[in-house]
């Protein structure tokens, strides 16, 4: 998995810098090409010696060559690596990346970095418990920086608790896995509806509902992440994409997502409804704004919209894999089943807005999902982009797609 990548090594002022000639070595081992970038005080606790004999590259520290001027490109560094591990990192780093002070090579590097960065923390026990230290590493994670905890055992104060550098091997294996999840899409083509459907009553009102499509964006991204290709069929939402790996058609009405939907399934491996689509339509849409008449009751008269994940389970291929959701108000599981089946969905994702922090409007999820085997696995509350990647864990083993 790491053969041919390119790995930014940041080293910081840490006893735990010896490790850095392991992780290295191991590194290179398995293919990798690793660039060390070292801070003036990680110079103290290792050698550029040791580092560049090691991964077979002159150690980068400061912005220029004080020996012939030549300027140390952090841009260029940045846009080399397939990924950026700071191991160890000092509260002082991870302070400094958390608040972008750019005042040494290491933090430059990390904030031109558009790869992902690994960052492996290394402190004693209570540095690490610092409410300080706690919120810059949820900034961090809140950049999507992933952060391999550090392990509990004895520290250089000789205290015992939580602060340790993880061990190399383990550092080494969380690289690995991000590799290996990053491929586990590769070649497989996912449609994905996502938002309301807002259904014209005339030029300025609608039939809508509360539907953000934050949930489908974020499978949208976990699944571009993975290698898919995506297209995601959006309903009016007020979100970005960011990955080029995904297709988004913006359409507004139930028709309209049910057209586009219907165009990208067949030539997709697997589909997923999370689109909040109206039931209904207003029968005729006035060309006109509707006039208040004072006294005068209105009425609105609705017709049944085509139902697009029946539709597709009605024409889905061998092998295809289709995915709904089910949002609930009681009787949960019941009505979750029935549309499993009437939908010809390979699982459902269900989830009640009996549960606080899950359903519309929110940046959290509860689910249970429920397959066709009738195998059920219940999620605790966690981010959407979490839930995300729980339903795509449960579509590549359903789908017996290699990982
Ligand atoms: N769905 C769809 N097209 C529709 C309605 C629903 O594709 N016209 C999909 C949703 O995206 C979701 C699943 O079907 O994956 C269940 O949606 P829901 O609205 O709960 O289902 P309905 O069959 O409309 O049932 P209900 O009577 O509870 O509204």
């Known amino acids: 998995m790491l053969k041919g990548k390119h790995i930014i090594l940041g080293i910081t002022g840490s006893i735990a810098a010896y490790k850095a000639a392991y992780l290295i070595r191991g590194l290179v081992k398995r293919g ?47 846009l080399w690596a397939d990924a950026m591990l700071i191991a160890p990192a000092t509260a002082s780093t991870i302070a400094k990346m958390a608040n972008g002070v750019a005042d040494n090579m290491l933090v430059t590097t990390y904030l031109s970095c558009k790869a992902p960065v690994f960052v492996a923390p290394a402190m004693d026990l209570d540095m690490f418990a610092h409410p300080a230290t706690r919120a810059n590493l ?3 994670r809140s950049f999507g920086n992933r952060i391999i905890e550090p392990a509990e055992g004895e520290l250089a104060s000789h205290l015992v608790g939580k602060g340790r550098m993880e061990e190399p091997d383990r550092i080494i294996e969380a690289l690995e896995n991000y590799f290996a999840v990053r491929e586990e ?4 083509k996912i449609l994905i509806t996502a938002g309301p459907t807002y259904e014209k009553i005339d030029p300025v009102r609608f039939v809508g509902n509360y539907s953000s499509g934050k949930m489908g964006f974020a499978l949208a991204e976990v699944c571009a992440e993975r290698g898919a290709e995506v297209t995601l069929v959006a309903g009016p939402v007020a979100l970005e994409v960011s990955n080029p790996r995904i297709k988004r ?8 997502m049910y057209r586009a939907a219907s165009d990208a399934f067949p030539d997709c491996d697997a589909a997923i409804l999370s689109a909040a689509v109206a039931d209904y339509r207003p029968e005729s849409v006035a060309e006109r704004k509707i006039k208040r008449e004072k006294e005068r009751e209105m009425t609105l008269r609705l017709i049944p919209n085509a139902d697009i994940a029946a539709s597709l389970g009605a024409v889905k291929r061998e092998g295809q894999i289709m995915v709904g959701f089910a949002l609930e108000t009681d009787d949960e599981t019941l009505h979750a089943m029935d549309k499993l089946r009437r939908k010809n969905l390979d699982f459902i994702v269900m989830n009640s807005l009996r549960e606080k922090g899950a359903g519309f409007r ?22 959407k982009r979490e839930v995300a990647s729980d339903i795509i864990d449960k579509l590549v083993t359903f789908s017996r797609w290699e990982r």
């Open 32 to 78: 990798a090409e690793v660039q060390v970038v070292i801070t003036p005080a990680g110079k103290e606790f290792i050698t550029p010696l040791t580092l560049a004999t090691l991964s077979c590259h002159p150690v980068i520290s400061e912005f220029f060559s004080n020996r012939d001027g030549t300027w140390n490109s952090h841009v260029d560094l940045g």
């Open 138 to 140: 949820a900034r961090l």
């Open 185 to 188: 899409l590769k070649g497989k």
């Open 249 to 256: 058609v913006d359409v507004e009405s139930a028709g309209e």
């Open 362 to 383: 929110c940046d959290t999820n509860k689910v249970t999902i429920i397959d066709k085997t009738g195998e059920e696995t219940s999620y605790p509350l966690k981010s």
